[in-house]
């Protein structure tokens, strides 16, 4: 028998190979229209992906699968003039936008298409995703198996199936039945990624000569790379380290505070810890950057001038960790009650098994250290951002309470609280995802020769992002009636129009079925069904 070589990352792995769930149906029908000879958006606030401030109207004309203009066609309030407009070929559609906002398709640079173990079938995922306005994922592990992603990637490339355009990632040593052991074992596992049809690696640590080995081929090859630095490994090896290897991207924090370190090695573990109670490591996570330099003193610039220099991205997925700080608000939030599967539900509750449940006794203290932990997280972002680095958007999204596309807009509305204008968050939503995975030359803002991949909604997400919920916003009215308003109108993705708001009462659907035949009610945790309130 083979010796086995059990690091983290390759555990989940093997848990994962076993994860597939179902597959994503062709698209029926009225699920999606077009693309079309031509198609207009018509006199439209524009918002763009490259921090450019609101224009409109404007009408944006797309030919089957490609911006083919973007036109001013008059003033705010101002009549337009039909003889200022592009002519409506033979054939065209029109979607009468006046009034309404477009914004390039949304990139969900941490998207995971569910597991056997939360069993969030694709068809729901990926629905989740489209309702919000997310037209391209970063697949960051292939959990249902690279063969099983690949076959959606090519699926939604040719649009039989109603979903987001995927980039797949595989967890590093996939595929084997143990991990590489040796720089040449390495080597060869990232060409065979490569020839197999993988765009990059997620990575979460090895010893330095597998990952200097591995990073330095993923590079040469041209692919791209993300890390999740999971304590197992990162005390010999953390962001920087990665970065100057090679490393594209980092996800979540990990492994940036062990760098900005200044009088340690290691973290400040207690003696009694154990990283597979997972209270003890998400417990002790929230109290890690209080151990890093602090903001803006000499160690700390160094660290974040020299991740610049590598052009390196951040994506922090600030959302997958919120329930740490408000845990009450993460389980209480008003869309699980409609939009979330019983299994999902069941797999967040107080559990010593389920990834991301570490709810063991969970209390002030906790809350208290991990609001202090996003301050300080939130002003590298910031600061990050303003010198130029790229911070990108990424959900990694059921775990935690966090609910697909739902955690998608919450990530935004972090980016906002870490001090980003709205501009920013909405750059960071778009482009700079588009930049991170190479693809600034087909997506990420509305220019003309990229893909058709729009969002359109009925309010203007700069002054509340809160309208990009598939669940709207709250708004009282002159006549004081208060009323939802917003939720995501149309998704335009490779030039077919979606109406968001259906797939959502598709997904809602879906969960009153799953619930009736499982005479399911969302209880929350430590009370009986009888007396949930």
């Given amino acids: 028998m083979k010796k086995w070589t059990l690091t983290l990352g390759f555990l989940l792995v093997i848990i994962w190979l076993q994860a597939q769930v179902l597959k994503s149906p062709n698209r029926g029908d009225g699920e999606g229209e077009g693309p079309f000879p031509q198609l207009i958006v018509r006199g439209a606030t524009l918002i763009n992906g490259n921090g450019a401030p609101p224009i409109g109207p404007v009408d944006i004309v797309i030919e089957n699968n490609k ?17 200022n407009r592009p002519a409506l070929a033979p054939g065209g559609k029109e979607i009468q936008a006046e009034g309404m906002y477009v914004l390039p398709g949304f990139v969900d640079m941490h998207g995971h298409i569910g597991g056997k173990a939360q069993r969030a079938d694709a068809e729901y995922v990926f629905k989740l995703w489209m309702g919000h306005g997310i037209t391209t994922i970063r697949e960051p592990a292939c959990g249902n198996g ?37 720089p040449e074992e390495a080597k060869r596992w990232v060409r065979e990624n490569k020839s197999k049809g993988a765009d990059g690696i997620k990575f979460f640590g090895a010893p330095p ?26 005390a010999r090896w953390n962001v920087l380290h990665s970065a100057r290897a090679g490393l594209t991207s980092m996800e979540h924090w990990y492994g940036l505070p062990e760098a900005l370190f200044a009088d340690r090695t290691v973290q400040h573990y207690p003696l009694d810890y154990n990283y597979l109670n997972e209270q003890h490591r998400f417990g002790e996570a929230g109290r890690l950057w209080k151990q890093a330099a602090p903001p803006y003193s000499d160690h700390w610039n160094k660290v974040m001038n020299e991740l610049l220099e590598l052009d390196f991205t951040l994506d922090p997925t600030l959302n997958i960790y919120e329930a740490s ?20 539900w069941r797999f967040y509750q107080p559990s010593k098994i389920s990834h991301g449940s570490y709810w063991h006794f969970w209390g002030t203290e906790e809350e208290v250290a991990w609001k202090e932990n996003y301050r300080l997280w939130m002003t590298f972002l910031q600061e990050y951002k303003n010198r130029g680095g790229r911070v990108t958007a990424g959900s990694d999204s059921g775990f935690i309470f966090q609910l697909y596309g739902f955690a998608y807009i919450r990530e935004l509305e972090l980016l906002r609280e870490a001090g980003f204008h709205p501009l920013e968050v909405i750059r960071s939503a778009t482009l ?53 308003v917003g939720g995501v109108k149309y998704t335009i993705k490779d030039g077919v129009i979606y109406d968001a708001k259906q797939l959502l009462e598709d997904v809602k ?18 009370r009986a069904k009888k007396d949930s309130p």
């Fill in 67 to 83: 911006i083919a203009a973007v036109k001013n066609v008059g003033y705010p309030g101002v009549a337009i003039d039909p003889k």
């Fill in 146 to 182: 690279l063969d099983w992603v690949l076959e959606h990637k090519t699926r939604s490339e040719a649009n039989e199936i109603v979903a987001p355009r995927i980039v797949a990632y595989t967890v590093f040593g996939q595929g084997w039945d143990q991990a590489p052991s040796t």
């Fill in 209 to 234: 000569e597998i990952m200097t080995a591995a990073l330095e081929e993923n590079k040469r090859l041209g692919l791209g790379s993300a890390c999740h630095h999971a304590q197992m490994d990162v």
């Fill in 325 to 344: 700080r408000d845990l009450m608000r993460a389980r209480r939030a008003e869309w699980h009650e409609e939009y979330t599967i019983p299994s999902l």
């Fill in 432 to 484: 700079n995802g588009a930049e991170a995975l190479k693809m600034d030359d087909q997506i990420g803002s509305v220019q003309v020769g990229k893909l058709a991949d729009l969002v359109i909604v009925e309010e203007n997400p700069l002054q509340n992002l809160k309208v990009l919920y598939g669940t709207g916003a709250i708004k009282l009215t002159e006549d004081n009636e208060v009323v939802r």
């Fill in 509 to 526: 659907e879906m969960v009153r079925q799953s619930k009736t035949k499982e005479d399911f009610e969302i209880v929350q945790p430590g």
